[in-house]
């Protein structure tokens, strides 16, 4: 079974949460949210990622990984 890693990323806020392991019911779920908060005005957006085989923290300059973006919408 194939499992998805998505990044979510709030431009405004200038933060990100990681998303791992998804299975594809749970991916599409969160990309349909994540949509519908686009069409509201939201200023974010979802990456597909793929994490390095350490598992080691994702690190984008400027943003700060945090947890339970979607809840703050």
Known sequence: MMKYNQLLIDEDHKTMELFKGLS??????????????????QNIRL??????????????????????ILDSF
């Open 24 to 41: 594809e019911q749970e991916d599409q779920i969160l990309t349909k949210k994540v949509t519908l908060l686009i069409k509201q005005g």
């Open 47 to 68: 990456q597909v990622v793929a994490l390095d085989r350490d598992d080691r923290t994702i690190y984008l300059e400027g943003y700060t990984l945090i947890e339970g």
